[in-house]
């Protein structure tokens, strides 16, 4: 008992106030103003549970309400909302319409190109040349009759399973110094004209030309032994010699005389005795 005569069972306390602090006059004024509340005319239904509308807006700088428990911001918030969406969905709709639109146009021109491709590919079956076309690797993209004809009976019966040769690899189907000609110029995207090649005793006259620079090539081959070929080439290289040679005869003309304009009135004769006369028809 002598050890607890002398305990100390005084008891002190500090202040821990707990309470939420009260806003400021500008936080409240903000706080109504959001919640359309600020007006005189503001109804102060009390819906939201509180006395006023400053208490409520207390409350809400508290963290004690939100601002969606005031009935009038909740119904404007809601009206807002529907005119949203409806906005929304009117530019969906013009924008659907829109992409309708494209969809029927974008279909056309398909159609309008496939239209046109069908158109050049029937042009390029009825040409007498032969013609073809490739990529970079040399793989065939099209090509006509004329120029499977030329290939043999194997690339006809190949054409009747694959249509215009499409796939097939250039360097299987000619030899080395025709294909070389496409190397050619894809590789320098310079154009090739005119080249003469012997392939299986004919002479074929070639021109290869850029379609696309360093990714598509296209070839016009001449059977140089096709009667019309070889009627309009001397025509052709007749007229080249002469113009190739006209400065210089003139200046040949003048030791010789007579003799240099005779010789040029002779070829221009060669020349319209190949041409087909006004009254003939072409074949």
Request: aromatic share 4%; net charge negative.
């Amino acid at each position: 008992m002598d050890e607890f005569e002398v305990l100390d069972l005084r008891c002190s306390f500090t202040s821990d106030d707990q309470s939420l602090p009260v806003p400021s006059e500008s936080k409240l004024n903000k706080i109504l103003k959001e919640i359309d509340q600020l007006k005189p005319s503001a109804v102060g239904c009390g819906a939201c549970g509180y006395a006023s509308c400053t208490d409520f807006a207390i409350a809400i700088a508290q963290g004690l309400a939100i601002p969606e428990m005031c009935n009038t911001y909740a119904s404007k918030n809601r009206q807002d909302h529907i005119q949203s969406l409806k906005i929304s969905n009117e530019k969906l709709a013009q924008a659907q319409d829109l992409l309708k639109k494209s969809e029927r146009l974008a279909q056309k021109e398909k159609e309008a190109a496939r239209e046109a491709s069908e158109i050049v590919r029937r042009m390029l079956h009825k040409l007498p040349s032969m013609v073809v076309i490739c990529d970079m690797n040399l793989k065939i993209i099209q090509t006509n009759n004329s120029f499977i004809s030329m290939l043999g009976e194997d690339a006809r019966e190949i054409n009747e399973v694959v249509p215009g040769l499409a796939g097939a690899d250039l360097k299987t189907l000619l030899p080395y110094n025709f294909y070389n000609l496409f190397t050619y110029v894809l590789a320098q995207n310079e154009s090739i004209t005119n080249r003469d090649i012997r392939h299986e005793g004919k002479l074929l006259n070639v021109s290869v030309f850029v379609i696309d620079k360093d990714k598509i090539v296209g070839a016009v081959i001449r059977d140089m032994s096709a009667p019309e070929v070889q009627k309009e080439e001397v025509v052709k290289r007749l007229n080249e010699v002469i113009d190739k040679n006209l400065g210089l005869a003139q200046q040949i003309g003048f030791i010789l005389g007579e003799g240099t304009s005779e010789a040029e009135r002779m070829l221009n004769s060669i020349i319209e005795s190949y041409k087909p006369g006004k009254d003939q028809k072409d074949p």
